[in-house]
Nanobody, 122 residues
Framework: QVQLVESGGGLVQAGGSLRLSCAAS????????MGWFRQAPGKEREFVTA???????YYADSVKGRFTISRNNVKNTGFLQMNSLKPEDTAVYFC????????????????WGQGTQVTVSS
């Protein structure tokens, strides 16, 4: 089992930045890929970004160049740095742990955090 806890969400103005954290406990975090997904009200969950166990990164086109995913395997923590935030980035953000190669499909991930709200005002 892997337990994931997100933090760092909040309210920010458009153009601002937030850094989300995902603290992992349980089985060896470094063996898993970590993904970030988001879900806005009335919309389906969507892929945001993922990092494989070896450090390869993947981004949705909508966040490329603005968001950066990283991980610290010593501290069992993942991060999502979000810059140049837009109102359309408003959503609940979830981190997930899954297969090492970092799939971009949510149903391939085995473990999920409870989510953290990000609200971007215009």
């Amino acid at each position: 089992q892997v337990q994931l806890v997100e933090s760092g969400g909040g309210l920010v103005q458009a153009g601002g930045s937030l850094r989300l954290s995902c603290a992992a406990s349980g089985r060896t975090f470094s063996r898993y890929a970590m993904g970030w997904f988001r879900q806005a009200p009335g919309k389906e969950r969507e892929f945001v970004t993922a990092i494989s166990s070896s450090g390869r990164t993947y981004y949705a086109d909508s966040v490329k160049g603005r968001f950066t995913i990283s991980r610290n395997n010593v501290k069992n923590t993942g991060f999502l740095q979000m810059n140049s935030l837009k109102p359309e980035d408003t959503a609940v953000y979830f981190c997930a742990a899954g297969p090492p190669l970092a799939p971009t499909t949510g149903n391939e991930y085995d473990y999920w955090g409870q989510g953290t709200q990000v609200t971007v005002s215009s």
